[in-house]
């Protein structure tokens, strides 16, 4: 990685979403990215910034969605093959083919459960608004809290192995970008769902020890405390509806 | 690859599902795998092989789930990334990272739109049967098939390009494991809502002649022919229940 390379980010500006797990990256690693959509319209920002990558010419590279990582030329889409091709570059994992499978492996598995999440509150469709799709919301976040959000929690905690002497990183021994998606995740469960997170919390201690680790690192503590950190919101993917915030 | 390279594929034995994605890509490369769940359970096949691999000890490199593949002690787990493991072994795909990184967005594009039609059947709950979830179905599957479907598949055909200048390949200038991809992801459209998927057909000409043109691969065309290829069925992803398939 050239000293010039310049990272965009184009994500749309008010919620952390599917983007944070980038910004995360970048900001551990205390590279400098543009997160384009947020800087004012007047200077090209905006969600029409981002409109603008997704209309470009047919037969080019374009992406359906974003996230989307711009460097030169090059338009990466895809929360974690974003991460894929940045990892490397921001010394993000580690060199070995196994490791970078599995690490992949992992990044996917959370994309599923985020996901899931997003449907606990939009069961029907991305194109209503949550009252309109009340009733089913209830019905598949119920599911979601008693049977998905277990499910893969006590999977994540199972490749930490033994508590006390058991591992502190989910990728071989060190560091990963899948530790900080794994701080996103399991601060989003525990924004929408405190009840029903608060009562798996007993049975995931490597885990809770894993986020902790991951919001004490110096240049998270900081991203964190700044304003680049959009707060959850109700129009994000992790929402707060107590309602939905039940048990069996 | 070495002439003794050993494929072991771990799928649910008795669907496409998501398996099917990878079973295609080594029928194209004529590449010999296990497929080991379809062994008979006395030659260790059956769902109990499946098990056997997600019951792994703890610490080591465990799935979460099916399709799996084994090689040698290596494990990688979620279809798009042993999509992505396979492609350059299995010359399906070119060298380039810009081609990679395309072609893994395209996977995993395809793999949202996979995800979201398993949900057109099971919109609460995967625990719960089909008929216990019908009426959220009905609905989910209505805003699916006018809204989502229509948008995936005219993305993928505007990366095609004009009609008759088009372009043949979702990436690059040559044939690749997306291709194969789009192939089942049509198919598998054509055959849940036959109804819905038809009325699209006249606004799809280049995904439909790349489909045709995977079928006829000679190597394809012989596996659509042969008893490996398992029928669509209502225990896979790709369901057709007549109800579901309404318009607006």
């Known amino acids: 990685m050239s000293a010039q390379t310049r990272f965009e980010l184009y994500y749309w500006p008010s919620i952390q979403g599917r983007g944070e797990f980038v910004r995360l990256a970048f900001e551990d690693a205390g590279v400098r990215y543009l997160d384009v959509a947020r800087l004012p ?51 993000l994992i580690g060199d070995t083919e196994a490791e970078r499978f599995f690490a992949q492996q992992l990044q996917l598995t959370i994309a599923d459960c985020v996901a899931e999440v997003h449907d606990t509150h939009h069961p029907v469709a991305s194109s209503l608004r949550y009252q309109d799709q009340r009733r089913e919301a209830r019905r598949r976040s119920a599911h979601f809290i008693t049977e998905r959000m277990p499910k893969f929690l006590s999977y994540f905690e199972h490749l930490l192995g033994q508590p006390k002497k058991g591992r502190r990183h989910l990728v071989g021994s060190a560091f990963s970008y899948v530790d900080l998606s794994m701080y996103q995740l399991l601060s989003g469960l525990a924004y929408a769902f405190p009840r029903a997170f608060g009562r798996q919390a007993t049975s995931i201690p490597g885990l809770l020890a894993l986020r902790d680790a991951v919001a004490n690192r110096p240049r998270i503590a900081a991203y964190l405390n700044s304003p680049r950190r959009i707060p959850f919101n109700e129009d994000g993917i992790f929402r707060h509806y107590p309602e939905l915030d039940h048990g069996a």
């Open 41 to 91: 319209r007047a200077k090209g920002g905006g969600e029409a910034a981002i409109l603008k990558v997704l209309r470009g010419k047919p037969s080019a590279r374009l992406p359906f969605a974003p996230p989307i990582l711009k460097v030169g030329r090059l338009l990466i889409a895809q929360t974690a093959n974003i991460l894929q091709y940045l990892a490397p570059r921001l010394g």
